[in-house]
């Protein structure tokens, strides 16, 4: 079973709609989790972080966390053709040993002016 | 902060030959990440420092791969010999607590 999992995509949506990305993880003992957004050609950047079950909002975007469900998603509200991009969910993971955070693959985001 | 700086940017060269990719974490940040990006692999922890010592490198595909952090200003990865399949984007990442980590520009390496 992946640590954590993500639909690849791609994920169009209009522009001005919600864009909704999902990631599901599988270790219970995760207490951390983080989004980045990575543009082609480019380097993975953080744009949010989540420690509690519920809501955070920042913006444009709300990350949400549920972990009874072991799911984090991320909304992205009034979407601009600017999002384009792939969306990396990062997990700490207790059972992966030493390594601080496992990444999802991605979410390639499509939004369509 | 000028961020996490990384050189070259682009490196091209020969199967057999030694590489070596540089590392300049943000001032303060007291772990430091190599990473391994392509399109069937995803992003791939290679071995990370905190305060300058290594604490995993399980992710070290093999004894070619070497990464070292002399103080905590600059660290190097190196392949040594390289291959084709080693081709890929490297990129270093710092952190103050191992979780919240920025990523620096990468390397893009490639081994003909």
């Known amino acids: 079973q992946k640590e954590v999992e993500q639909n690849s995509g791609p994920l169009s949506v209009p522009e001005g709609a919600i864009a909704s990305l999902n990631c599901t993880y599988s270790?219970?003992?995760?207490?951390?989790f983080f989004w980045y957004r990575q543009y082609s050609g480019k380097s993975p950047e953080l744009i949010m972080s989540i420690y509690s079950n519920g809501d955070k909002e920042d913006g444009r975007f709300t990350a949400q966390l549920n972990k009874a469900s072991q799911y984090v998603s991320l909304l992205i509200r009034d979407s601009q053709p600017s999002d384009s991009a792939t969306y990396l969910c990062a997990v700490n993971s207790p059972i992966s040993g030493n390594t601080p955070l496992v990444f999802g693959k991605g979410t390639r985001l499509s939004v369509i002016a | 902060d000028a961020g996490v700086i990384q050189s070259p940017r682009h490196e091209v060269t020969e199967m057999g030959q030694e590489v070596t990719l540089r590392c300049k974490p943000i001032?303060?940040?007291?772990?430091l990440f190599w990473y391994r990006q392509t399109m069937m692999r995803g992003l791939e922890l290679l071995i990370y420092f905190n305060n300058n010592v290594p604490i995993d490198d399980s992710g070290m595909p093999e004894d070619r791969f070497s990464a070292k952090m002399p103080n905590a200003s600059f660290s190097t990865l190196k392949i040594q010999p390289s291959e084709p399949r080693d081709s890929a984007v490297y990129f270093c990442?710092?952190?103050?607590?191992?979780?919240?980590?920025?990523f620096g520009p990468g390397t893009r390496l490639t081994v003909t």
């Open positions: 270790d219970r003992g995760s207490q951390s």
């Open positions: 001032s303060g940040h007291d772990y």
């Open positions: 990442a710092s952190s103050l607590d191992a979780y919240e980590q920025y």
